[in-house]
């Protein structure tokens, strides 16, 4: 399996921008699908974005058009860059890496969209 372990989140105004980071322990060439998923308050976790291991990507539809999913496979990285962001987009900001037998998480980035 692998550590992830999320950073760049925080406190933005509504309109404005973040750039996300998932590090992981290992090589993640290899991992399949690497994603980011975010949970509100009260609410289920759901998916953000996903990218496959050949650039293929996919997006909740609430974030299509704001935000851009790519990795890094010689840092070992994923990004998750977010634009236009709205106070809706509050949440904790996971990410996960998911192989053909096993899924690791990493521990969250807090993301609030606030004046």
Not at 19 to 38: D, E, K, P, T
Not at 101 to 107: H, L
């Amino acid at each position: 399996q692998v550590q992830l372990v999320e950073s760049g989140g925080g406190l933005v105004q509504p309109g404005g921008s973040l750039r996300l980071s998932c590090a992981a322990s290992r090589s993640i060439f290899s991992i399949y699908v690497m994603g980011w998923y975010r949970q509100a308050p009260g609410k289920q976790r759901d998916l953000v974005a996903v990218i496959t291991t050949d650039g293929t990507t996919n997006y909740a539809d609430s974030v299509k058009g704001r935000f851009t999913i790519s990795r890094d496979n010689a840092k070992n990285t994923v990004y998750l860059q977010m634009n236009s962001l709205k106070p809706e987009d509050t949440a904790v900001y996971y990410c996960k890496a998911t192989s053909t037998q096993w899924f690791s998480w990493g521990q969250g980035t807090q993301v609030t969209v606030s004046s």
